[in-house]
């Protein structure tokens, strides 16, 4: 499948998480938060690097459903494999470590 494909995919997931979540159906959203980051990882993957602007943005999206879905290791995965390189441009590096903040001041 294509970066869009696999985009509006997790799109759709992640909107239903949201929804459900609003419902208070926090497991089940943690499930759809799961697969919308999964999705979004393989459109990632699918991306061209060159497209410096959308890399950024997948970027920060796929660690940020990674982070909604609880798998805080999977987030931090991805801020800190994209961060060691020069794909991204500044705003995805300043969110990404945004990111990483707060996982790291979150207290279970």
């Not at 997931?13 to 419902?23: F, N």
């Not at 909604?68 to 999977?74: G, H, L, T």
Request: with cysteine; proline share 2%.
């Amino acid at each position: 499948m294509s970066w869009l494909k696999y985009h509006e995919l997790s799109e759709q997931y992640a909107i239903q998480a949201e929804r459900l979540s609003m419902q208070g159906q926090h497991d089940r959203a943690i499930e759809l938060y799961c697969l919308a980051a999964k999705s979004e990882e393989k459109a990632l993957e699918a991306l061209a690097p060159h497209k410096t602007r959308t890399f950024g943005v997948t970027a920060v999206s796929t660690a940020s459903l990674y982070f909604k879905a609880r798998e805080f290791k999977q987030a931090k995965r991805i801020a800190h494999n994209f961060l060691t390189t020069e794909l991204l441009p500044l705003f995805a590096v300043e969110q990404l470590l945004e990111l990483i903040r707060a996982m790291e001041q979150r207290k279970d």
